[in-house]
C-alpha cells in the first residue's frame, strides 16, 4: 500500500487544528487504497497548538508531530516535514483550512495521469485586502520577468508530489528557503488545480505588510541577480547623461555666451545622485546578508520533540 503523508506547519493554530483534522479524516475515508497519515510541525507556538498536537499524536496511530525549539517560519516548518517524511506521495498544507482537503483525491488523480506534482492555484483573492492583491500581482509579474523559475499568479504552496521530487527539493541546502520558487526550480511535470479562495476558519494571518514585503525581496534575490545587472546599467546610464550635459554646457559657454548659475541644479544632481548610490549599496547589500547568512552554516530549525523517533521505535 502507498503511503500518503500529509506535513502541516502550525503557528498558533490552536483554533483550527481539531476542525482540520476532522475534514482530514473524512478525506482519508474516501482514500482506502493508500497509506494516510498527518505530520505536524509546530513552529515554536505560543498557544496550546504543541499540546492539542501532542495529544492527537498519542491517542492516533497516523498523527505525528515534531516541535522546534522557536518560531523558525513556514519555510522552515515546510523543510523540515519534508526531511522528516517517509510517504510515497508527500502534501503541504496550512493547518487553517484555507487550503482545501477535497482537492487531494484530484491531485492523487493527476498523479495516476502521470504528474510528478499537482500544485493548488487560486483562481482569486476574495477576502484579501486591495492592496496585498494588487502587490501580489505586480510580485508575480516581477518574478516571472526578471528570474528563470515560472511561477503562474495564484500559485500557492498546496501541492502533492512523488517521493522523488520531494528528495529534489530537499536537495537544495539553501538555508533562506523560498518554497514556492524551489517547487518550480526543481522542475517535473507539474499539474495546477484551480479552486476559489477561502477565508480562515479561525485564528488570523500571520503575514504583515512587513514581513510579506521582506519574503517578496527574499524570492527575488534567491532566484535572480537581475537588480546587480540592473546597478551597472544605471551607473551606466547615468554616466553618459552626465557626458551629453557637460558637452552641451560646454558648447553653449563657448559660442552663447551665456552666464551659468547652478546652484538648484547642483543640489538636485548630487541628492539624486547620492539616494541612487544608497539605493544601489543597498541591492548588493541584499545579495551580501544572503552570503553571510548561507556562510553561516547554521541549522535551519531546531527540533525540541518529536513523536516520529517513540513510534518508530515501538
Ligand atoms: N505558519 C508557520 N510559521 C509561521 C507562520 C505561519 O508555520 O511563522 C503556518 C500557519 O500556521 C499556517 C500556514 O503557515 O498553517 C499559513 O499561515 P497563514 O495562514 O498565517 O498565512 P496566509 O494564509 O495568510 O498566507
Ligand atoms: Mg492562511
Known sequence: MKKLEVIVPCYNEEESIVLFEKRMEEIFCLLPEYQCSILYVNDGSKDDTCQIIKKSSAEKDYVNYISFARNFGKEAAMFAGLSHSAGDFVVVMDADLQHPPEL????????????????????????????????SRMFYRLMNRITSVEMLQGSTDYCLMTRQMADAVLSLHERERFTKG????????????????????????????GTLFRY????????????????????????????????YIFVTTLFLDTARTGFASIIIILLFLGGMIILLLGVIGEYLSKIYIEVKQRPVYIIKDTSLKAKDGE
Request: charged share 25%; net charge positive; aromatic share 12%.
Open 104 to 135: 487531494i483525491p484530484q491531485m492523487l488523480d493527476g498523479i495516476k495521469e502521470g504528474y510528478d506534482c499537482c500544485m493548488a492555484r487560486r483562481t482569486n483573492r476574495k477576502g484579501e485586502k486591495i492592496i496585498r492583491q494588487k502587490l
Open 182 to 209: 524551489i517547487f518550480n526550480w526543481v522542475g517535473f511535470q507539474k499539474k495546477y488545480i484551480e479552486y476559489e479562495n477561502k477565508e480562515r476558519i479561525a485564528g488570523e494571518s500571520k503575514w504583515s505588510f
Open 216 to 247: 517578496a525581496i527574499s524570492g527575488i534575490t534567491a532566484f535572480s541577480v537581475t537588480p546587480l545587472h540592473l546597478a551597472s546599467a544605471i551607473g551606466i546610464i547615468v554616466m553618459l547623461a552626465a557626458f551629453l550635459y557637460a558637452l
